[in-house]
């Protein structure tokens, strides 16, 4: 792929083609590389990918809420 922006292009495609495991790495991305700074797409991604069963973005969502990462804290919603 050759470096960075273009992986995150392209996984950026694929998480909007809907695969959770992009969704996923997208809303890593967006937390932590940081020309992609974005907690409140993190969130997002990670609820798509939750919603789909994947078990790593439903853990990255309730640390979201649990944190205050990209939202209010909130425990309720991290224990969901």
Request: proline letters at 2%.
């Amino acid at each position: 792929l050759g470096n960075t922006q273009e992986f995150y292009q392209w996984l950026g495609k694929s998480a909007d083609m809907g695969y959770s495991e992009a969704q996923f790495l997208m809303g890593i991305g967006c937390l932590r590389v940081e020309t992609l700074k974005n907690p409140k797409r993190a969130i997002n991604l990670f609820k798509m990918a939750a919603d789909q069963g994947h078990p790593e973005a439903l853990r990255g969502l309730g640390d979201c809420h649990f944190l205050g990462i990209g939202t209010e804290k909130n425990l309720d919603k991290a224990l969901e």
